[in-house]
């Protein structure tokens, strides 16, 4: 996609950003209004990609099909919208950076014990829409880790989270039309697309997810205390068919 223009003057953050949306947006002020909002709820706020990925994600909202179906698959998401995440995030005080993540592959990862979550420093001052509206979905997923407060993940834990995400990127295909298509940026690629895909293809086997969630988290324990697994999460572990 097109790079859309960031203007360095700050009364001017939300209106290019809007350049990209299928449906026209009027309501520039409205994000104006929630910039400063935001800023006054989290003052370490100073990345304007973090900032704005942080806007995007506190407008999006959940198709409830979308939710039904995949709890019909035994997923279960921890945030009922980005909103819901977005004030989790301020009420545990999470900070969010760009840094090195622990392996140059991963694009995010939240650090327990220093309650950070860190982006991938590879998209650091991007101002590409599509790949703000990753870190968003990025954003939402590690917010998930943080609820649990535990430090720890098991496949039913990714599932869960890694379905909230499919569900957010088809909430924002729905918002903005086809901006991710045409990217070649890996938390798009090989990241926020993938799961919108293999959640939600007609394979009621679900054979793909299986097989992806097993490269990616086949180590992990099926389940945990607040994620007990499902057949998904067992049909990871085992040679079983879901
Ligand atoms: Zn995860």
């Not at 995007?56 to 939710?67: A, V």
């Not at 004030?87 to 392996?103: A, L, M, P, Q, V």
């Not at 991963?106 to 982006?119: E, L, P, R, S």
């Not at 909230?164 to 039309?177: C, D, P, V």
């Amino acid at each position: 996609m097109s790079i859309a223009p960031i203007s360095s003057v700050f009364s001017n953050i939300a209106s290019p950003l809007r350049k990209n949306t299928k449906t026209s947006s009027p309501d520039t002020h409205a994000s104006l209004i929630h910039n400063a909002e935001f800023l006054e709820m989290m003052p370490w706020l100073n990345d304007r990609a973090i900032e704005n990925a942080l806007i995007e994600l506190n407008e999006l909202k959940f198709d409830t099909d979308d939710i039904k179906y995949l709890k019909n698959i035994g997923v279960n998401v921890p945030y009922k919208s980005g909103a819901d995440a977005v004030k989790f995030i301020k009420k545990k005080n999470i900070r969010i950076i760009f840094d090195k993540t622990t392996e140059p592959g991963i694009h995010a990862q939240y650090d327990f014990g220093k309650n950070i979550i860190t982006i991938n420093e590879r998209y650091r001052g991007t101002n590409d829409f599509a790949v703000i509206l990753a870190i968003g979905e990025a954003i939402l997923h590690e917010a998930g880790h943080a609820k649990d407060q535990d430090g720890e993940s098991s496949v039913q834990e990714e599932l869960d989270f890694l379905g909230m995400n499919a569900i957010a990127h088809r909430a924002f295909l729905k918002k903005y039309g086809e901006i991710f298509s045409d990217s070649q940026e890996p938390i798009i690629k090989d990241g926020v697309s993938v799961y919108a895909k293999l959640f939600f293809d007609k394979d009621t086997e679900k054979k793909n997810l299986i097989q992806r969630i097993k490269e990616k988290y086949g180590d992990l324990p099926a389940g945990d205390r607040i994620h007990p697994p499902g057949a998904l999460a067992r049909a990871v572990k085992r040679k079983t068919p879901y």
